[in-house]
T-cell receptor
Framework: EAQVTQNPRYLITVTGKKLTVTCSQNMNHEYMSWYRQDPGLGLRQIYYSMNVEVTDKGDVPEGYKVSRKEKRNFPLILESPSPNQTSLYFC??????????FGPGTRLTVL | AQSVAQPEDQVNVAEGNPLTVKCTYSVSGNPYLFWYVQYPNRGLQFLLKYITGDNLVKGSYGFEAEFNKSQTSFHLKKPSALVSDSALYFCAVRDMEYGNKLVFGAGTILRVKS
């Protein structure tokens, strides 16, 4: 089944404790992206990647890191999480940015 | 900067009635426009897109959208709403400055009542 998977789906952590949210797709897509969804703000892009070893900042990259060492994986790293990073995070992939397939989401709470 | 606006936080419609979810855009140049839907506790799903061509675009689940250049709008429509259409709908536009990303609106909740 073609899909984008994210892990974990739910995470509660404390300020400053480094964490990684994994994202994997099995559709051989070149384009991958991370978004955060906050009430009233819609989806805002954090980072995106056009291909392996090619990443670029989105609209809200501060406090986040990504890497694209393999085509299928695009992990999101929070080196020192803060409460304002409490949000619902989505990973997406696509042949291009046009039609993106979204993962199920990761709900992160930073205390 | 490219942007889209969804002027209604929520739209309520009775089952069987036509529905419209509104979206207006602000871009430089010709817009690439998209609609996505998010069902409860799920990720977003692509519905349809307008790149060029006919102003009326047909998409998944019986939805269509009408591109209106003079009114800078891209409203989502369906002739007969279903209860199962209840979801959160996002309009998006290609970021013409960077070219490889989408800018999403804040979303509109659609509630279809039986």
């Amino acid at each position: 089944e073609a899909q984008v998977t994210q892990n974990p789906r739910y995470l509660i952590t404390v300020t400053g404790k480094k964490l990684t949210v994994t994202c994997s797709q099995n559709m051989n897509h070149e384009y991958m992206s991370w978004y955060r969804q906050d009430p009233g703000l819609g989806l805002r892009q954090i980072y995106y990647s056009m291909n392996v070893e090619v990443t670029d900042k989105g609209d809200v990259p501060e406090g986040y890191k990504v890497s694209r060492k393999e085509k299928r994986n695009f992990p999101l790293i929070l080196e020192s999480p803060s409460p304002n990073q409490t949000s619902l995070y989505f990973c997406a992939s696509g042949l291009t940015y046009n039609e993106q397939f979204f993962g199920p989401g990761t709900r992160l709470t930073v205390l | 900067a490219q942007s889209v606006a969804q002027p209604e936080d929520q739209v309520n419609v009775a089952e069987g009635n036509p529905l419209t979810v509104k979206c207006t855009y602000s871009v430089s140049g010709n817009p690439y426009l998209f609609w996505y839907v998010q069902y409860p506790n799920r990720g977003l799903q692509f519905l349809l897109k307008y790149i060029t061509g006919d102003n009326l675009v047909k998409g998944s689940y019986g939805f269509e959208a009408e591109f209106n250049k003079s009114q800078t709008s891209f409203h989502l429509k369906k002739p007969s709403a279903l209860v199962s259409d209840s979801a959160l709908y996002f309009c998006a536009v290609r970021d013409m400055e960077y070219g490889n990303k989408l800018v999403f609106g804040a979303g509109t909740i659609l509630r279809v009542k039986s």
